[in-house]
């Protein structure tokens, strides 16, 4: 009797010992806990499907709490964001998870309009208290697909069309942004804080928007991945507009895979921007996941145009001679590459004023027809005259130090884009990106994609409306001089500061580019090779 009873205890003992370590490995002897400045949406889907965390915790602000006083990423955190997460947590619970992205947060650029608790004002004070009427899409689109929206990134203000003597990453809301790779790094811009919060691991991935460069140069320059895409794969409505023709929305993350994601959520055609009905793709996208293949490169062609590489002078040689090493993976991929395929009229782009007018002429129209759509404007501002004003008028825009020379110039102009002098000035324009640029070196050598430093990557295609994707190349090595911005407030130029290299085609090319970009991140892996002045230290474990 009494053995047997020690049997039976001994039993249950053995029983409850067992299954206590078989919920130990359920739950927490197969979690990975991948660190946060390398983790993969991948790695973050597989810990939420097994339970290891939930996206309460992926939503925890620990980590920006720790460094972004230090960095300036962050405008402003939503204050929904912990109930979105919990829904999602609850849905995912129940068994329905509203795509591959559900329960993954998300920061966007202060451009992008959400019709919430935040504000939506380009950096800037004249537009604060102001409320868009509706979701962007782009926003609308991030919750249809499970994201959480965690806040708004700093930028530089206006998106970098304000002012002739500021800095990248500044805006009067926000202060300076700064990169990670050296103390007080210029982390280029405009969307500055989208870039070096996805550096950081502060967040996956964030949303920015490119006018001219907003996104390929702050990925260029704080080590990840960014897509410009085509004007019109996603939508501006309401996204605060600087021109029609340049602008778009597109992601900033650190693999091209995430970002492939990212670019997939939030892209199709919206008839509230009639520039995505152009789209060739109706209602059924590419799959730009499955466009990330090893073989990215197999029977491609690919031109060097070697005229516009001549424009980094010669402080670029550390970025000539990652781009040749480049050029040489690219070939042994599987690519045959074309050396020369020049823009012809290149020099005549870089010397011309026109592209500037372009958007000055843009912007002031698209500006006001964005105003005057807001449901809340209480300043009641409704022209690029009255955002001067106001910016001029509060001391927290740091005017005249920073001035308002773009603005100046734009008014002083007096032109729109429903100016009959516009037209001919735009077609002079396009002859830059079309015959004398991009278009001519593609069809001119019957190429499928262009490859050049992203610093010297993104004007042309800026005119065109055409896609770039930049990725990590490399770093500015040990000895390299240090270098200031013209204010004398950001290091521009010094040793460990990142840059890339990117992948260009004709418009609606994301697929194939998103082949190329994944086919050299995986045989670089330059990401994983470069470090960090200061890393936050909190993570995943820290929170759950
Ligand atoms: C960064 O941004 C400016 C535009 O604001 C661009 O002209 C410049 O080439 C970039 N340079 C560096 C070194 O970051
Ligand atoms: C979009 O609509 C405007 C008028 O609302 C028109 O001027 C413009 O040509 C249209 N653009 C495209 C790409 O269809
Ligand atoms: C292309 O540009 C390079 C560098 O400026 C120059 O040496 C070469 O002659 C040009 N080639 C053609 C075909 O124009
Ligand atoms: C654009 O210019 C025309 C005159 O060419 C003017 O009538 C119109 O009000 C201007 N629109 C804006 C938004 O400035
Ligand atoms: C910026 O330009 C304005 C004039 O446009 C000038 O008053 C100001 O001193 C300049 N700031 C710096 C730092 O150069």
Not at 27 to 39: D, I, K, N, T, Y
Not at 272 to 278: E, G
Request: aromatic letters at 8%; charged letters at 20%; hydrophobic letters at 40%.
């Amino acid at each position: 009797m009494f053995l047997w009873r020690v049997w039976v205890l001994a039993t249950l003992f053995y029983i409850h010992l067992s299954s206590l370590k078989g919920a130990v490995a359920d739950s927490v002897g197969e979690c990975q806990f991948p660190r946060l400045a390398e983790a993969t949406v991948d790695q973050l889907q597989a810990g939420l499907r097994k339970g290891c965390f939930d996206s309460v915790d992926l939503a925890y602000i620990g980590r920006i709490d720790e460094v972004d006083s230090e960095f300036g990423t962050i405008l402003e955190l939503n204050p929904q964001a912990l109930s979105i997460a919990k829904q999602l947590d609850r849905e995912r619970r129940r068994g329905r998870t509203r795509g591959p992205l559900h329960g993954i947060p998300v920061l966007i650029k202060d451009m992008i309009g959400t019709n919430d608790g935040m504000e939506t004002a380009a950096g800037s004070w004249a537009l604060v208290g102001s409320r868009v009427s509706a979701d962007s899409t782009v926003a609308a689109k991030l919750r249809q697909n499970g994201l959480i929206i965690l806040g708004k990134t700093s930028l530089s203000e206006w998106a970098n069309f304000r002012s002739l003597n500021s800095s990248n990453g500044w805006s009067g809301r926000g202060g300076n942004t700064y990169g990670a790779y050296y103390p007080d790094q210029d982390p280029n811009g405009s969307s500055s804080g989208s870039a070096v919060a996805t550096d950081l691991g502060l967040i996956p991935f964030a949303l920015g928007t490119e006018t001219a460069g907003s996104i390929l140069l702050p990925g260029d320059r704080n080590n990840i991945v960014g897509i410009k895409p085509t004007v019109g794969l996603t939508s501006r409505y309401m996204v605060i507009p600087i021109s029609e023709r340049q602008d778009t929305v597109g992601p900033l993350a650190r693999t091209v895979k995430d970002a492939a994601m990212l670019l997939q959520a939030i892209a199709g055609q919206d008839p509230k921007d009639n520039y995505t009905m152009a789209s060739p793709f109706g209602e059924r996208l590419p799959d730009y996941l499955a466009a990330c293949k090893l073989s990215g490169f197999q029977g491609k062609r690919i031109g060097i145009p070697r005229n516009v590489i001549d424009y980094l002078g010669p402080a670029g040689t550390p970025i000539t001679s990652a781009f040749e090493t480049a050029v040489s993976v690219i070939s042994r991929a599987g690519a045959t590459v074309v050396d020369n395929a020049n823009f012809t009229a290149y020099s005549s782009f870089y010397d011309s004023l026109n592209p500037a007018i372009v958007e000055a002429a843009d912007f002031t129209t698209n500006i006001a027809t964005y105003l005057s759509k807001l449901k809340r404007n209480p300043i009641n501002i409704l022209s690029l005259e009255d955002i001067r004003y106001h910016t001029q008028h509060n001391p927290w825009e740091d005017y005249p130090s920073r001035d308002t020379g773009i603005w100046d110039q734009v008014i002083a102009l007096g032109l729109n884009n429903t100016s009959p002098a516009f037209w001919p000035l735009y077609q002079e324009t396009l002859y830059f990106g079309e015959e004398g640029g991009l278009l001519g070196a593609l069809s001119r050598n019957n190429l499928d994609a262009v490859i050049l430093p992203t610093l010297v990557a993104y004007g042309i295609p800026a005119i065109l409306g055409t896609p770039v994707i930049t990725v990590p190349l490399g770093a500015y090595p040990d000895g390299t001089p240090v270098e200031h911005n013209s204010r004398g407030d950001l290091v521009q130029r010094a040793p460990g500061i990142p840059f890339g290299i990117s992948f260009l085609g004709p418009k609606w090319s994301e697929e194939q580019l998103i082949g190329m970009a994944y086919a050299f991140e995986q045989r670089t892996l330059v990401r994983d090779q470069l470090r960090r002045y200061l890393e936050a230290c909190t993570e995943l474990e820290d929170v759950i």
